[in-house]
């Protein structure tokens, strides 16, 4: 089975965020987003960052994972493009401090901080072969 195309998003290119996409990368999945390989600047324009371009890329995703740090001025964008996803079936992982209307989705997954969610992404990438072998030796 092969693993899902994820969308990186955020107001900035964070050492966090990189972090994220390593982990996600290292897991074995692909990431679509490119904003975020661009040349380290203090911030992202919106109008460089959040149009039709990102969205046709995301169009193409599985998975959106959205980094909103706490009192962000961007926070109503993100959170209505984490709207977009789910609208189209989407899965979508939310890390920062909790939006009520996006909690109450089960397609939504919230983590408070980024290190959290790194760690969650590795845990699972070293459990799954070990529950994989364990299923092989209880069917055979």
Known sequence: MSKATVYLEGPKR???LLNIKWALRSAGYTIASSWHDADATP????????????????????????????DNEVGMELASLAGFALARGMRVTWIGPEVRSLATFRAVQQFDTAEEFRKNILTQMYLRPALASTSERVAA
Not at 43 to 70: P, Q, T, Y
Request: glycine share 4%; aromatic share 6%.
């Open 14 to 16: 964070t050492q966090d």
């Open 43 to 70: 911030r992202i324009r919106a109008e460089d960052h959040w149009n039709s371009k990102s969205v046709e890329r995301i169009l193409g995703c599985d998975w959106l994972v959205v980094m909103c740090e706490k």
